[in-house]
């Protein structure tokens, strides 16, 4: 989209949390757990609030919306099992509670008071995008053979088989996000100069995926690649810097090799090399990358991939993988008054 322009001189931040800032991979998935890990996101995030910065957060759903669809499941037999937009929904809400309550604790003790607002968001995808005839992405639990084979037959769902971990699972379309709606009017909020009062939480799970239906929307089972998302939150409101957080400390070439090679600053053409050549994975390291790649097409962006506890110093340019020019950022456009 579009650069500010106007007196606001704040750098203005998205923050994509991964899975990990919410639940650990050895978790159980109980609310207790996630309440202290979301403690410890929000204390990292809530340093990096001031008066020359504004934070934009955004976070995925695959743990919580596997949990979901598992309890429809067995739920079914009573109560009728919602469509997964519902489930996106609905994890948008219980994390946006979530994360907003512990932010606005943080916050608090900071010193830097914010009422935190989770806004259900709703992404817009094209019902004649390629990946509905083509599901890629695994959702909920593994299946046996059988009952992969039962559920395709009644269902109509997809199935693919995970040999190395030993099941079958469901596969649904990750369409590409082309429009979060409810973005101009969070964006003319943050405009106006009231970003030292309240602070967003946006899109979660990459936003409710929607399609345009006569004078409205309706959803779609889908999910948005909560990366892909982000990089749209991001260039939706003209934040300088994008920087996704999640359980490794960047990206690294020879990922799965002896001697894997920690990316640390990188040009955008060396990054967008390095993705042509395969180092990143598909589902994983890849979308990351790609957000960043699709954000940095804007003049003056930053991107930066980095773990939760080196997150403020890749936010000064001194950890993490980034693409982090000198010309870029809020000094650079003080530099350059309008
Ligand atoms: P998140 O929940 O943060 O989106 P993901 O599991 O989707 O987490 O992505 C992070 C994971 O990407 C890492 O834990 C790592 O296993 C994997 N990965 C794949 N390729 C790479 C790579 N080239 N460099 C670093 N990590 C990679
Ligand atoms: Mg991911």
Redesign the pocket.
Known sequence: MSERTGRDRRERIVVAL???AIQRAHDHGTWAEAVRQVRRTARVLASLVGPARELIVTH?NGPQVGSLLREAELGAAEVPVPPMHVLDAETEGQLGYLIAGELEAALRRRGRPRTVLPIISRTEVSAADPAFRRPTKPVGRFYTAEEAQRRQRDAGWVMREDRARGGWRRLVPSPRPRRWLEGPAVRRILDAGLGDRCLFIVAGGGGIPVVRRGDGWVGVDAVIDK?RGAALVADALGAETLVVV???PG??VG?RTARPRWLGKVPRAELARLARRG???EG??GPKVEAGLTFLTGPRRRFAITDLGSLPKALAGRAGTRVWPRSAGPRARRARPK
């Open positions: 991964g899975g990990n995925g990366d999640t359980d490794v990206a690294a990922f180092e990143f994975e994983s390291m």
